[in-house]
């Protein structure tokens, strides 16, 4: 069974479209997060999300919108696409609520801006 | 504020010889320690974690890490490394101050020549 789940896996679009990438985790895990894996595989966190609230955004333009329907689900909406936004996101989910604990990860998202 | 170096972008090393990929870290308060391995085309895989307590954390893989507070370093061993080690290893860092995130480094490029 897939523990965190992503769709689409690979992602091309035009410039100054709007998409979404989904997340799904089965592991009954509180926290979900949103990280963008550049070209140099540098990783960075987005954002986090605890039992659905928003806990962590870190300097990401207001292009990007997360979106929690549930604990088991965190949606990345991206509008208004740029060629920067080129990358590889990725899903993970964590139980903070049980101690310091490690993250689980999707197996991304690479999305492609024309 | 928080902060993860790896100061060696490429690791080679021979089948059968040990291997060291190197982390030290910075954050305020206790910090909490992870491994995680990325193959090709894959999201991050969790190796092994140091929270509290011996400070030799043993994982998954035959891997190893040694948690070391007064250079503040958590470099990642192996004693005898295979082919299949060949993978993009981050190290992680998040500290125990109420707020803090994981934060990862740069990452390591392993390299196990047969």
């Known amino acids: 069974d897939t523990a965190v789940s992503q769709t689409p896996k690979y992602l091309v679009t035009q410039m100054g479209n709007d998409k979404s990438i989904k997340c799904e985790q089965n592991?009954?895990?509180?926290?979900m997060y949103w990280y963008k894996q550049d070209s140099k595989k540098f990783l960075k966190i987005m954002f986090s999300?605890?039992?659905?609230?928003?806990?962590i955004n870190e300097t990401v333009p207001n292009r990007f919108s997360p979106k929690s329907p549930d604990k088991a689900h965190l949606n990345l909406h991206i509008n208004s696409l740029e060629l920067g936004d080129s990358a590889v996101y990725f899903c993970?989910?964590?139980?903070?609520?049980?101690?310091?604990?490690?993250?689980?990860f999707g197996p991304g998202t690479r999305l492609t801006v024309l | 504020a928080q902060s993860v170096a790896q100061p060696e972008d490429q690791v080679n090393v021979a089948e059968g010889n040990p291997l060291t990929v190197k982390c030290t870290y910075s954050?305020?308060?206790?910090?909490?320690l992870f491994w995680y391995v990325q193959y090709p085309n894959r999201g991050l895989q969790f190796l092994l974690k140091?929270?509290?307590?011996?400070?030799l954390v043993k994982g998954s893989y035959g891997f190893e890490a040694e948690f070391n507070k007064s250079q503040t370093s958590f470099h990642l061993k192996k004693p005898s490394a295979l082919v299949s080690d060949s993978a993009l290893y981050f190290c992680?860092?998040?500290?125990?101050?109420?707020?803090?995130?994981?934060?990862f480094g740069p990452g390591t490029r392993l390299s196990v020549l047969p």
């Open positions: 592991l009954g895990h509180d926290t």
């Open positions: 954050v305020s308060g206790n910090p909490y």
């Open positions: 992680a860092v998040m500290g125990d101050n109420y707020g803090q995130n994981f934060v």
């Open positions: 993970a989910s964590s139980h903070r609520q049980a101690g310091i604990n490690e993250q689980f």
């Open positions: 999300y605890n039992n659905k609230e928003l806990i």
């Open positions: 140091y929270i509290t307590g011996d400070n």
